[in-house]
């Protein structure tokens, strides 16, 4: 049985494609779109998996969910180690760190920001402390990003891929003059031929 990527469009599940396109693995894309009303995952991502969510894999019949494990998942399953730094090593404690960092941490207030979003005024009590939060993460980030690019070592890493989706959260939310090596790595990630092989098939991604 192929690899299968559950791929919902304008999703965090586009950096699952961009590192499948990376290590070179091969995989079949199944579509699902947002509706275009609420712009929630259609229903049918619930048959794949309980919580009705993207990214989902399918690898010989097992199931993998969360963008950090099926990263760490397709890394060693699939890639060979590629993109993982050496095991033991100063880099590979910052490379774990990073990972999480992106689905646990950064995401927390860009979630909140989204779901306040909807609310109008009456988030205005909680918007300063989202701002702020938004601020210290991104922030944090920024002062992050080595000389060279990548937020470890001399070269692309998976949790670059992982970071990618939170950078480029703060890029569209008009913050690139306040972060400009953030912009600076969305730019160069968006650069790579993989990168834009993935774009193409994975099909609408939030403009770019």
Request: with cysteine; net charge negative; charged share 20%.
């Amino acid at each position: 049985m192929s690899l299968i990527v559950h791929h919902l469009n304008n999703s965090r599940s586009q950096r699952i494609l961009w590192l499948l396109e990376e290590i070179g693995a091969p995989y079949t894309i199944k579509f699902y779109d947002r509706d275009p009303v609420t712009n929630l995952a259609p229903p049918e991502l619930l048959a794949v998996h309980p919580l009705g969510k993207s990214p989902v894999i399918e690898d010989d019949g097992r199931v993998v969910t969360e963008s950090g494990a099926i990263t760490e998942y397709l890394c060693e399953r699939h890639g060979g180690g590629a993109l993982v730094p050496n095991r033991g090593t100063d880099d590979h404690i910052s490379h774990l760190e990073w990972l999480h960092f992106a689905e646990g941490s950064a995401m927390t207030p860009i979630l909140l920001r989204i779901y306040t979003a909807r609310l109008g005024e009456a988030a205005a009590p909680i918007e300063p402390r989202i701002a702020q939060q938004l601020d210290s993460h991104f922030a944090y980030m920024e002062s992050r990003v080595g000389e060279n690019g990548h937020f470890i070592g001399d070269s692309l890493s998976a949790a670059d891929i992982m970071l990618s989706f939170p950078a480029e959260i703060a890029i569209m939310q008009g913050m690139a003059p306040r972060y400009p090596k953030l912009a600076a790595f969305v730019n160069n990630c968006h650069d790579r031929p993989a990168w834009r092989r993935a774009r193409e098939k994975g099909g609408a991604y939030y403009g770019y």
